[in-house]
Every structure is written in structure tokens, then in C-alpha cells.
């Protein structure tokens, strides 16, 4: 059925009826009632994805949301973040007075009309990224702030990459209130690459859709002239009207437009015959010429004049571009809005209604009024303050002025850098880089300054693209060349996790070595920490010639740079003298960069001091990189500093609440790839422990994907060591090893025996258990060798472990001796501080004696299980219990019983906990070592007593009757 919109609604539609997109209007509107939501809008010009928005937002506003609007335009001046910025200034009537997250005080400074109502601005952190990770935490919080709300942002298509990246980094981490509604063509976006860049993946818990717009329907288009013309509207004009149209909404609009306005001078049926005898091109450029060939001298020379300007202008520019006085110019502009062909925007602002429609009109303008008319542009725009570069540049380059472009571009250039807007800064750039015959110089600062901002930006797929096109191009001179290498090398390595970037990286220093030596050790010092592909072994060699490269240097920034990367490979290797190393460094500097460095190293070496087991420095360090971090605005450091002492809150045996700090964390950093990696292999841990074996595969799996993309081996080798822990549990020791065995190689290879990964043992464990003995008295030889003079009790902790394994099959003492060694890992893990491997080696030690030495047995087996059931690792305990009752140590109930009545028995108790963690039968089967037909018997017992559901046995367990 089609509607007309209300007086408020016009804009978005011209006041036609609203048809053929009462589908989609529903699926937008499911999508943003249920919020957090991000809808993609998708069509070509014409096709009306405005006007479906408005109708949305107009439903949306009416239910009480606030909906704030953002418009991208093709010549923007530089400002930066301009649409989503022009947004958010509608909201003040929505801003609580109380309430607002401090980090909105970031806004402040771009909403200086709001600023009175915001946080007071947090001290501006140095380095593009943590500005922009603070900006993005302003808005969430002051988006946060308005509850249920709408944010539409316009021709997204036209976003400078500033912008697009800001919407892409909150698109993956919604307010929890906040519809993100966006419209864009397809067509004019980068190649490959999707309206918020190839990065974007909608999250999990977000809802949303992507609606693609097709053209109207014969009946649509009926039903669209009937609205507008009554009966009037006869089938054959509907017709004709679809055919000239093609469905495409804007120019059957533009046609109705007419026929209303013939309509009042003559029969329509005339009209009608005069649109079928049109000859080609048919469509809107028809309709448009048409209604300007109508208008007065005075109108005309106000559209010729916006047709010029192409963006929206205010009337007295306007007047004075068409050359007119002021109430010719009034009267002139008056009729070109009541013929439709120009409309009212914000601010008194005035612009075609489409940008199609503008195209027309400017082609339609006479070659040589055309060029007096952007002359006459550049004199009025150059009286401005500001003068409005870009549109400058324009106007240059369309009188065929390609050396003063040249200059005012790279002006403008200047100008939205100056300003912060990279995004509008990045465009010009490109347009700069595209042209012929550019001057060598030239080419290099354009280059240079693309490069720096590609860099920094957050869809790293398409920023590679970028920097790929830029050395592609052979005229670069060599240490330019290097420059935008270094650059492609570090976003493939660091945002993109693809290792093909240290080739890049290793190109680029011959490439800067002559001309930029500072450079070139940036490249070094990254080369010298990938320890991959047989990487490790020359990391030390990089080093040595990066501290040549800069020794004679004054730039403390680069010195400090690969002063924090020797003590990071120091740490790797447990070397004991890093610990002296790193207190000497400063916690104070005037240079960030500095600061930066000094909290790099805190960071590198806490993280790796958990990997050596020296966890209680390790909280020193961290603790320290994340205050040190958060006060210098590193985010991404205070980050990683951040999991990592979650981590070490694990290992800990803090185990209570971990998976909601875990989550909470990543929400509030969704941009970090390392929080992924470390959240799988946590949860992994934790799903093993409990019994859900199933998610545990999945966490390991993922874990294993993410770390084989790395530089670095430990995520590589520690969901190695899951993964073949799992098959181990599982009874699958060849599984085990085809897992283990690689790891292994890549263990060696990188020399990573230092870091406690907890491979060493399982391979070990695996190794035995398919008859390849020789391969495990090996590696437990290798690893005795590489540890005899390194800093690394976790690592020795492991061994003693393995050393225990293995003696269970060598030699007529083994168990004793296998004890002994299990021991001693107990002990230096309750040391180090790690309650669960602490039980695990206790319980592995009372295995081993269970034969010879009963009592001392179960002692070591009931220390394991008391640290099982504090840990709440149900699965370990019921293991634990069940080796109990191998050895006849167990004490269960006389036999005879007849029953536990409506208690649970012991059994049940076992099946009740891992149901509470989330184990699915099989996982339950498997932990407990009994059928999965038993598990079912237990399961239907549990529920049954505890009048409960699966879902909620967890709560039953924990309620005060249980």
C-alpha cells in the first residue's frame, strides 16, 4: 500500500508515496529495534536508499529514539571526522546532565557547542593510533550515553578514510542501545572492499543486515504515479513512465515532477504522448534539462552557479557566483526551489537534490560560462578564513591549471593533516599520485605522507593495497621506495599478522640503509624479534646491526627503540641479566617516544617473564607497563599488558568470574587481534579442566590458526600442547604425537626452550605412548641441555615433569625415581605460584607410587584433588577419583545400599558439576570413563532430583536447599 510522508518526512522523499519497499523497510526496522545493530544499506544512485532510511529513522524517532544524522560529501573541506562529528551535534537535547563516561570528554574539542555538557578533554596522547583509539572511546561512551538511539550516516561511499575507519573500529564494538544504519554504492567504493573496508566482520551479538536495493517494479511504478497524480494516472502514462525510468525511482520522480507542472497548463494525456515520443537518452537527464530550460534568466544563473560550486552553498555565495544582486539572486533562488530543482539543506544551505541531477545540470552549463564560473569560484572561496582548500583545488584542476592543482592540493594537503582529518588528506594524496608525469619530489612527499597515513589506519587490508600501489610505481626514488617498504612490512606484521611482511621489512634496509639509517634500524629491530621460518637463530645479527646502524645517532627514540628490543631477546633466552638491564631504564622522558619504548620493554619482558615462570616479577612488570602505558596514552600497551596479567590471574588458579573478565576486557579493546588468541587459549585451558572437551577443541583450534600466523611460536606451541593434551585424554596417544611432533621441530628451531609452553612433557607423554621412546628421551636430552644455564623455572618445572614420564619406562626404580621427579616439579610450581600444574604434577607422582607405596600414594592423589575441587576443575577431580579407586584407595559407601533418595550420590554429584560447566554427554563420558548410555542414565537421575533443567543445573547446585 503506498503512503505519503508527513510534512517532516518530505525531505527524504520529495513528497511522492512511499512504494515497492515496505520489505525492506520491515527488515531494517527489526534490525534496529533490536540493537546493538549495524544495517547496510547498498544501491546505486537513484535508487532510493535515502529515502528508505528516512522512512526508518522517521518510524524509529516516532517510538522516542534518538536519531542523529551524518551526511559524506564528495568535496568536503578538511575536518576531521566531519559526518560522524555534524551527527553528534544534534544530540545535545538527548545528552543526560549527569552520568556521561569521562572518556567522552574527548568530543569536547570537535563539539565545542556541547562542550559545557561533556567530561573535561583527557590530555592529548601522542601517535595517531592512540588518538584514534581514544576518539573511539569517546564516542561509544557519549553514544552510550543518549540509551536507545540511531546513528545514520549518508553516501558512506564518500567517506574520507578518516571517517570510515572511526565507524569501523565502533561497528565492531557497538554501544549496547546504539542502530548504526549506513547508505552507500557499492559501485564507487575501492575495489574489493566493503562499505566499512575488507576488515569489517559484523561481531557476535550484533544484529544486522545488509539490504540491497533493486529497481521498481512496472506495478511500483503504477502505484508511484497514482499516488502522485490520481486518476489521472492511467496504465498507459504508468507505462511510459516505467520505461523511460527503468525502475529507477529518482528519475520516475523527476518525470512525475514534470507532468505535475504541465499538468496545470494542459491535459496530461499530451504529456504523456510527449514522454513516449522522447527520444534517447531517455531519463533523468531529460527530465532534468527539461525543467531547466523552464526557468528564468535569474534561476538559471543560480543553478549554473551551484552546478559550479558542487556542494551544498548559502544564498549570498550563490548570488554572487551567478553575478547577480541581491534580490535577483533571492528571486532566482526562490524559483529553483519551487521548481524542485535545487533543495534546502542545513544551515540555509542549498543543493541538488541528487548528485546525478547536479552532473546534468553542470553539463548542461555552456563550455565558457562554465570556466568564468569556476574562476569566478576560486576568487570568491580564496576570500574566505579558511579558505576552503580542496574545493580550490577543484575548481583548479576543472580550468586544466594542473601545475597550481599541483600546489593547492598539497596546500590542502597540509591543511587536513594540520587539522587531523587524515581521511580527507588520504583522498587528495591518491588524486595527487594518480596524475602523469608528476615531479620527482613531488611523488616522494605524496608518497611519504600517504605511507605515514596508511600506516596508522585500521583496515589494514585495504592500507596494504595502498602502500603496494605506491611502490609499484617505478619512477619512486630508492629511500622513498624504502620508506613506504618499511611501512607495508610493519601493517603486514603487526595489524595483519602475515609473516610475507618481513620480506617487505628486509628489502626495505638495503633500500634506506645509505640514505636513512635510523630507518633502516626500525626495520632491523623488527627483523631481529620474528623468530619464525628459521628466523630466530639470525635475530641476534639484526640487533647487532641495528645498534651499528645507530650508535653514532642523536635520535634517542630510535636508541631507545632497539634498546627495548636487546633486552626483549635477552628475556627470550633467560638470560639472567636482563632483570639489572631493565631497572636502569627511564620511567620518566620529554620525548614520548621514549616513554613508548620503556613501556614496550616493561611489556615484552613481563609477558615473557610468564613464559620463564617468574610470575610474581612478571605482576611487577606488567602492573607497571599497564600504569606506565595508560598514563603516556599507549592503549594498545595497556592492552596487552592488561591480558597479560589476566593471564597470570589464571596460572594463578583465580579461576572464579575469569571467562566474564576475559569478555569484559575484549569489549572495551575489540580492536586487538592478541586478545583472541590469549582469551582461546585461556578458555581452552579452563574448558580441559572442567570437562568440555568440545569447546576446548575449539578454543585450541582457533588458538592454533592465530598462532601460526604469528612471528612469535608460543601461542603456536601452546595450542600445540591443548590440542595434544585433548587427544591424550582422549586415549589417542598417535593423535597426540602427529600433533606434538611438528611443535616439537618448530620448539627447536626457534630455540625456544626458556618458555614454559607446556609442550615439552605431553610430547614427551605423546612420544611413549606410540612406541617413539627414542624421540622422547631426545627432546628430555635437549631440553636438559638448553636449560642447564638459563633463568627458567617454569620451563625447568616442565622438564622435571617429562624427566618423571619418562623414567615410568626406563629402569627397575622407575617408580620411585618418576616420583621423585614429580615431586620436584610440584615443588617448584607451588613456588612459582600455580596451583593447577602444581596438582597435576602431585597427581601424576601419586600414579606413579600407587603400585609400590599406597599410603604415600594417596596422599599425593588427595593433595591433587583437594586442589582440583578448590579450583572447581571437575573434571581433573573426577579423574583423580577415579585413579582413587584403581589403587582400591577409594573409601565408597557399603555395599548393599539401597539408594540416596532424592540426594545425588557421589556419582551423580561427579555428573551434576560437569553439567554445571557446560559438558556435553560425550565430554562427561570421556572424563569420567564411563559409556555415554551411563552418562545418559546419571544425566536423566540429576535433573530429575534437582527438578531442574540442563541450562540450569549450575544455580540448582549452588541453591541453599541443595
Not at 566531519?82 to 563539539?111: C, E, I, K, Q, S
Not at 569560484?377 to 580550468?399: D, F, M, S, Y
Not at 596451583?835 to 606413579?848: H, I, K, L, N, T
Request: charged residues 25%.
Amino acid at each position: 500500500m503506498a503512503r505519503v510522508l508527513d510534512q517532516s518526512a518530505a525531505a527524504g522523499g520529495g513528497g511522492f508515496a512511499f512504494v515497492g519497499r515496505q520489505r525492506e523497510l520491515s527488515l531494517l526496522l527489526a534490525a534496529a529495534r533490536t540493537p546493538p545493530a549495524a544495517v547496510l544499506i547498498e544501491g546505486e544512485a537513484g535508487i532510493g536508499k535515502s529515502r528508505l532510511a528516512h522512512e526508518a529513522v522517521a518510524v524509529l524517532a516516532a517510538e522516542g529514539r534518538p536519531v542523529l544524522t551524518g551526511f559524506c560529501h564528495p568535496l568536503r573541506e578538511p575536518f576531521p571526522y566531519g559526518p560522524l562529528v555534524d551527527a553528534l551535534r544534534g544530540a545535545g537535547r538527548w545528552l543526560p546532565a549527569g552520568g556521561v563516561a569521562p572518556t567522552a570528554g574527548a568530543l569536547a574539542p570537535l563539539l565545542p557547542d556541547l562542550a559545557h555538557r561533556l567530561p573535561p578533554p583527557p590530555p592529548l596522547p601522542e601517535g595517531a593510533q592512540a588518538r584514534r583509539h581514544q576518539l573511539v572511546q569517546g564516542v561509544h561512551s557519549f553514544l552510550t550515553a543518549l540509551g536507545p538511539a540511531v546513528l545514520l550516516v549518508e553516501d558512506l561511499h564518500w567517506a574520507d578514510e578518516a571517517t570510515r575507519e572511526l565507524l569501523l573500529l565502533l561497528a565492531r564494538d557497538l554501544p549496547a542501545e546504539l542502530s548504526l544504519v549506513l547508505t552507500y554504492r557499492a559501485e564507487d567504493l575501492p575495489p574489493d572492499t566493503g562499505a566499512l573496508g575488507a576488515a569489517y566482520r559484523r561481531p557476535p551479538g550484533t544484529n544486522g543486515t545488509v539490504i540491497r536495493l533493486t529497481r521498481l517494479s512496472r506495478h511500483d511504478v503504477q502505484e508511484l504515479a497514482v499516488a502522485a497524480l490520481g486518476a489521472q494516472a492511467t496504465a498507459e502514462l504508468g507505462g511510459a513512465l516505467y520505461e523511460r525510468s527503468e525502475g529507477l525511482p529518482l528519475v520516475a520522480e523527476e518525470d512525475l515532477l514534470t507532468l505535475r507542472e504541465h499538468g496545470r497548463h494542459q491535459p496530461l494525456g499530451d504529456v504523456r504522448a510527449e514522454l513516449e515520443r522522447a527520444g534517447v537518452p531517455r531519463g533523468l537527464r531529460e527530465a532534468v534539462i527539461e525543467r531547466l530550460a523552464a526557468l528564468s534568466p535569474p534561476a538559471t544563473a543560480i543553478v549554473d552557479a551551484a552546478a559550479v560550486l558542487a556542494v551544498p552553498a548559502q544564498e549570498p555565495l550563490l548570488t554572487r557566483l551567478a553575478g547577480l544582486d541581491p534580490d535577483e539572486g533571492a528571486r532566482g533562488l526562490v524559483e529553483a526551489v519551487r521548481a524542485a530543482v535545487l533543495g534546502e539543506a542545513d544551515g540555509g544551505r542549498y543543493l541538488f537534490r541528487h548528485v546525478l541531477a547536479q552532473q546534468v545540470a553542470y553539463r548542461h552549463v555552456p563550455g565558457p560560462h562554465r570556466t568564468r564560473l569556476h574562476q569566478r569560484a576560486i576568487e570568491e572561496l580564496e576570500g574566505q578564513n579558511p579558505a576552503p582548500l580542496v574545493q580550490i583545488a577543484h575548481h583548479t584542476l576543472a580550468l586544466g591549471d594542473r601545475e597550481g592543482w599541483f600546489r593547492r592540493a598539497e596546500r590542502a594537503v597540509d591543511q587536513a593533516i594540520a587539522l587531523g582529518d587524515a581521511g580527507t588528506a588520504a583522498g587528495l594524496l591518491h588524486r595527487i599520485l594518480e596524475q602523469p608525469h608528476l615531479d620527482g619530489d613531488l611523488r616522494s612527499r605524496a608518497a611519504l605522507a600517504l605511507g605515514r597515513i596508511a600506516v596508522n589506519g585500521a583496515d589494514h587490508t585495504r592500507n596494504a593495497t595502498v602502500l603496494r600501489r605506491i611502490l609499484a610505481d617505478p619512477q619512486l626514488p630508492t629511500a622513498t621506495r624504502g620508506e613506504i617498504r618499511l611501512a607495508l612490512g610493519l601493517l603486514m606484521v603487526n595489524h595483519a599478522g602475515d609473516r610475507a611482511g618481513y620480506r617487505e621489512l628486509e628489502a626495505c634496509v638495503e633500500e634506506l640503509a645509505a640514505e636513512k639509517p635510523e630507518r633502516a634500524a626500525r626495520a632491523m629491530v623488527a627483523m631481529a624479534m620474528n623468530e619464525r621460518d628459521g628466523a630466530g637463530a639470525r635475530g641476534r645479527a639484526w640487533l647487532d646491526r641495528a645498534e651499528r646502524s645507530v650508535a653514532d645517532s642523536g635520535n634517542e627514540a630510535i636508541r631507545a627503540t632497539v634498546r627495548a628490543t636487546g633486552l626483549s631477546l635477552l628475556a627470550r633466552d633467560g638470560d639472567p641479566d636482563v632483570w639489572a638491564q631493565l631497572d636502569r631504564l627511564p620511567r620518566e622522558a620529554a620525548d614520548v617516544e621514549v616513554l613508548r619504548q620503556t613501556t614496550r620493554a616493561l611489556y615484552n619482558v613481563g609477558e615473557i617473564a610468564v613464559e620463564l615462570g617468574h610470575d610474581r616479577r612478571a605482576a611487577r612488570l606488567l602492573a607497571e607497563s599497564r600504569d606506565l602505558a595508560h598514563r603516556a596514552w599507549i592503549p594498545h600497551l595497556e592492552c596487552y599488558s592488561r591480558i597479560a596479567l589476566l593471564r597470570l590471574d589464571a596460572l594463578a588458579g583465580h579461576w572464579d568470574g575469569l571467562a566474564d573478565r576475559v569478555a569484559e576486557l575484549g569489549a572495551e579493546f575489540p580492536e586487538i587481534a592478541m586478545f583472541d588468541e590469549e582469551q582461546a587459549l585461556m578458555l581452552g585451558t579452563l574448558a580441559i579442566a572442567r570437562g568440555q572437551r568440545t569447546r576446548a577443541l575449539e578454543q585450541f583450534t582457533a588458538a592454533a590458526a592465530s598462532g601460526e600466523r604469528s612471528s612469535q611460536v608460543t601461542v603456536a606451541l601452546r595450542a600445540a600442547t591443548g590440542l595434544a593434551e585433548l587427544r591424550l585424554l582422549q586415549r589417542a596417544p598417535r593423535d597426540a604425537w602427529a600433533v606434538a611432533s611438528p611443535a616439537v621441530a618448530v620448539l627447536r628451531e626457534a630455540a625456544a626452550w626458556a618458555r614454559a609452553t607446556g609442550l615439552v612433557p605431553v610430547a614427551v607423554e605423546a612420544a611413549l605412548g606410540c612406541d617413539e621412546g627414542r624421540a622422547a628421551r631426545q627432546l628430555v636430552a635437549d631440553a636438559e641441555r638448553e636449560l642447564a644455564h638459563r633463568d627458567a623455572p617454569g620451563a625447568r618445572a616442565e622438564l622435571a615433569c617429562a624427566q618423571g614420564i619418562l623414567a615410568l619406562v626406563s629402569g627397575s626404580a622407575r617408580p620411585a625415581r618418576a616420583a621423585e621427579h614429580f615431586e620436584r616439579g610440584r615443588q617448584s610450581w607451588e613456588e612459582i605460584g600455580r596451583p593447577y600444574d602444581a596438582a597435576r604434577a602431585a597427581e601424576r607422582g601419586g600414579r606413579a607410587l600407587g603400585g609400590d607405596r599406597p599410603e604415600d600414594a594417596a596422599e599425593r592423589l588427595g593433595q591433587a584433588l583437594d586442589a582440583y575441587h578448590a579450583l572447581r576443575a571437575t573434571a581433573d577431580a573426577a579423574r583423580c577419583q577415579q585413579a582413587l579407586r584403581d589403587l582400591g584407595l577409594d573409601r565408597p559407601g557399603a555395599r548393599g545400599r539401597r539408594g540416596y533418595g532424592g540426594e545425588l550420590s557421589p556419582r551423580e554429584r561427579q555428573v551434576a558439576e560437569l553439567l554445571a560447566t557446560g559438558a556435553t554427554n560425550q565430554d562427561i563420558a570421556e572424563a569420567l570413563f564411563v559409556s555415554p548410555r551411563t552418562v545418559e542414565q546419571h544425566v536423566a537421575s540429576v535433573l530429575k532430583k534437582l527438578g531442574t533443567t540442563r541450562r540450569a543445573v549450575a544455580s540448582a547446585l549452588t541453591s541453599p536447599d541443595d
